[in-house]
């Protein structure tokens, strides 16, 4: 880590939780909560005000909610997005998908614990995506089947099968699968430092963002199946 704090910007509207995010964060050597938002407006004036490195967003909140939060924040056409990390529950995942493409880094479950919500909000500000595996199989593997397109020789699959190599597309599809970079270097025996090669190839050759947008990806060209 280095010597300068990670500057954490809370949104949650729930004070309870809000507060034990602000706990959770506080007690780490290497964070600072820079400020604190209960609604999606506040929650993007704060963020533009405080410029934070990383901001831990709730999905349901009034005024503006999380995910139109995000596409302020971080999405298309932003010139200097903000890291987000959706933080939400599976009654709400309908709405994780259009966060991941509203350009959140990543997201995980309410019921995570302390040390993997800490450690997540240092893989994103590392650089990386986050991804929690379990989610990523079965909410948007669930939501696949309605959000790609029916015909799976569409042009956008065409188009993405020209671009990577074999290799590089069974990467993608094991990184749409939710497998880390060491899992997908077991399943295709080779070393981490090669996947995290592959990754850097596909992102560049699709123009992709990040490893949210390579799965999102994924399922609307029809590269994964649905379940």
């Known amino acids: 880590m280095t010597d300068t704090p990670i500057r954490v910007l809370i949104c949650e509207d729930q004070e309870l939780v809000r507060t034990g995010y602000v706990t959770i964060f506080s007690a780490q050597p290497d964070m600072e909560v820079v400020g604190e938002a209960a609604d999606g407006r506040a929650a993007v004036e704060a963020a533009r005000r405080l410029r934070p490195d990383i901001v831990v967003m709730d999905i349901r909140m009034p005024?503006?909610?999380?995910?139109?939060?995000?596409?302020?924040?971080a999405g298309?056409?932003?010139?200097?997005?903000?890291k987000?990390?959706?933080?939400?529950?599976?009654?709400?995942d309908e709405y994780v998908y259009e966060a991941?493409?509203?350009?959140?880094?990543?997201?995980?479950?309410?019921?995570?614990?302390?040390?993997?919500?800490?450690?997540?909000?240092?893989?994103?500000?590392?650089?990386?995506?986050l991804l929690a595996p379990a989610v990523t199989r079965t909410l948007i593997g669930h939501y696949a089947g309605r959000l790609r397109p029916a015909d799976t020789a569409n042009p956008a699959r065409q188009e993405v099968v020209r671009a990577l190599t074999p290799r590089e597309l069974e990467v993608l599809v094991q990184i749409a699968a939710g497998l880390s970079n060491a899992e997908i270097a077991a399943e295709l025996s080779i070393t981490v430092e090669t996947v995290k090669t592959?990754?850097?190839?596909?992102?560049?050759?699709?123009?992709?963002?990040?490893?949210?947008?390579a799965v999102v990806l994924a399922y609307r060209v029809g590269l994964v199946s649905a379940g």
């Open 100 to 129: 991941l493409r509203a350009g959140a880094a990543g997201f995980l479950l309410k019921d995570t614990r302390p040390a993997e919500l800490v450690n997540g909000v240092r893989t994103i500000v590392r650089g990386e995506s």
């Open 76 to 82: 298309p056409g932003v010139a200097t997005p903000v």
């Open 63 to 73: 005024v503006l909610d999380g995910i139109e939060a995000t596409r302020q924040l």
């Open 198 to 213: 592959y990754v850097s190839r596909i992102l560049m050759k699709l123009d992709l963002r990040d490893r949210v947008q």
């Open 84 to 92: 987000v990390l959706v933080v939400t529950t599976f009654n709400v």
